[in-house]
């Protein structure tokens, strides 16, 4: 299937710290976004990269998308015990839409 | 702005009854869409509407799940007879256009087949 893949399935970093999350996928896309979920809630969408877009940022968020090796990468600075969630990221292929499978990111104060 | 609205928040039933929920997007909203998600897992793509017709239920077990979004504003997804693997989160989302919109989620409706 399309669904992309996170990795790592969980990560565990002190405040403050940054904290890297990946996603891939298999076949060529028109954009990918990324999205928050925590425990018990709906999805929380963070960002949106178009397939012609390299780079793109919002506060403390970097994604960055390599469409050559079908990836993504999301990266979260100066990290908070807010930002603990898990996080996804969702790819649009023309008429199909995938979530991954997730990261699970704990932040510890 | 009001987000989206999801009725009810929990539910049990046991296999082979008949269950509803119920979404009620942002206003404005011409994408509704409805998502299945397992633990542990990402949310599953079940049906899109754009306004009151069917854009894409490539992923809607047919033969038991139904949908419809009259009058192209609330919806309704159906699933009879339930299943045992019918146990999951069942979201509601809304976007202002297509898959290249961000999509707003209500904080879905726990199913529990017993």
């Known amino acids: 299937s399309q669904q992309g893949e996170e990795d790592p399935q969980a990560l565990s970093i002190q405040e403050g710290e940054n904290a890297t999350m990946n996603c891939s996928y298999k076949?060529?896309?028109?954009?990918l976004q990324w999205y928050r979920q925590n425990s018990g809630r709906g999805l929380v969408h963070l960002i949106l990269i178009r397939s012609n877009e390299r780079e793109k940022h919002s506060g403390r968020l970097r994604v960055t998308l390599d469409t050559s090796k079908k990836s993504s990468s999301l990266l979260i600075t100066a990290s908070r015990a807010a930002d603990t969630a898990s996080y996804f990221c969702a790819t649009d292929a023309g008429n199909q839409f995938y979530f991954g499978t997730g990261t699970s990111l704990t932040v510890i104060p | 702005e009001a987000g989206v609205a999801q009725s009810p928040r929990y539910k049990i039933i046991e296999k082979r009854q008949s269950v509803a929920f119920w979404c009620n997007p942002i206003?404005?909203?011409?994408?509704l869409y409805w998502y299945q998600q397992i633990l542990g897992q990402g949310p599953k793509l079940l049906i899109q509407?754009?306004?009151?017709?069917?854009?894409?239920d490539s992923q809607l077990p047919k033969d038991r799940f139904s949908a419809e979004r009259l009058k192209g504003v609330d919806s309704t997804l159906k699933i009879q007879p339930a299943k045992l693997e019918d146990s999951a989160v069942y979201l509601c989302?809304?976007?202002?256009?297509?898959?290249?919109?961000?999509?707003?989620f209500g904080d879905g409706t726990r199913l529990s087949i017993l």
């Open positions: 509407f754009q306004n009151n017709g069917v854009v894409d």
């Open positions: 989302a809304s976007s202002l256009g297509g898959l290249d919109q961000p999509q707003h």
């Open positions: 076949t060529s896309i028109n954009n």
């Open positions: 206003s404005g909203h011409a994408t």
